[in-house]
């Protein structure tokens, strides 16, 4: 599958990040339904991924979007049950899918152990409805999602696909993960093969503590050590940054966007 050489752009502080990355969502997601139709976003957690939700349901350019042909996904989710507040889904309802007109068949959440699936089957019924939302076009077991955001953590995981971990071996497109070093231990994830698939890929970060992580995942690191080097679209690939986060990456690699 090929995909593309990362596209690096450094904000101010972590609040303009937000603030521009809602921009970019709202008008990418324009874009994509002007041209055919529906649109579909990979979401994610994390401070950062839930303040651009916020941010998004602040935008005076929101109603912009049309919400009832938008299908949302998750990379990732906390094996816990629904309405945790550790949960992803939890903090993007409140933040806001709560706030816009979402069509509820369209927002495809990762089950919990409420549901009496076990983690393995709940990450077994995420892939078969992957692909049942796959289209031809698609060329595979997933759909292209027109965006999928990415946090990143200070130890380069993406997702739920830590360091050294088997799923970043599994060709599978969803896992069970179990003994995440970041509690809670057991988790839902996509894969390194269905982030691929994305049409873009934009991974967002914040703060000096990823500045490390943002320099190997820019670098040739291999993605069983450095998942976050294996974060990569199909047609785009963004590195969305504060100035913290790209504190060690070199000067000529990243473009300033905010003074």
């Known amino acids: 599958m090929t995909v593309t050489t990362p596209h690096i752009v450094v904000h101010r502080d972590a609040g303009v990040l937000a603030e521009a990355v809602a921009a970019r969502i709202i008008t990418r997601l324009v874009d994509v339904q002007s041209a055919t139709g529906s649109a579909s976003i990979v979401l994610t957690g994390g401070t950062v991924g839930i303040a651009t939700l916020a941010a998004i349901a602040a935008s005076p350019a929101r109603d912009a979007v049309d919400w009832r042909r938008l299908d949302v996904w998750w990379g990732d989710e906390r094996f816990v049950p629904t309405g945790d507040k550790e949960r992803n889904e939890t903090g993007a309802r409140d933040a806001l899918l709560d706030h816009v007109d979402v069509d509820p068949e369209r927002v495809h959440v990762m089950r919990g152990p409420d549901s009496g699936m076990t983690a393995e089957e709940s990450a077994d019924a995420y892939a078969a409805e992957l692909r049942k939302?796959?289209?031809?076009?698609?060329?595979?077991?997933?759909?292209?999602?027109d965006v999928m955001l990415l946090g990143m953590g200070p130890d380069a995981h993406v997702a739920s696909l830590f360091p050294g971990l088997p799923a970043l071996y599994d060709t599978r497109t969803v896992v069970a993960v179990h003994g995440a070093p970041k509690p809670p231990p057991t988790r839902i994830s996509l894969t390194l093969p269905a982030v691929q698939a994305a049409r873009e890929v934009w991974v967002?970060?914040?703060?000096?503590?990823?500045?490390?992580?943002?320099?190997?995942?820019?670098?040739?690191?291999?993605?069983?050590?450095?998942?976050?080097?294996?974060?990569?679209?199909?047609?785009?690939?963004?590195?969305?940054?504060?100035?913290?986060?790209?504190?060690?990456?070199?000067?000529?690699?990243?473009?300033?966007?905010?003074?």
């Open 133 to 145: 939302a796959a289209r031809p076009e698609d060329h595979g077991p997933v759909p292209a999602f």
């Open 204 to 259: 967002v970060a914040a703060g000096e503590e990823k500045s490390g992580a943002v320099r190997l995942a820019l670098s040739e690191s291999g993605p069983v050590q450095v998942p976050a080097a294996g974060a990569r679209g199909r047609s785009r690939t963004l590195f969305l940054l504060d100035r913290a986060a790209a504190a060690k990456i070199p000067p000529q690699l990243g473009r300033l966007a905010s003074p």
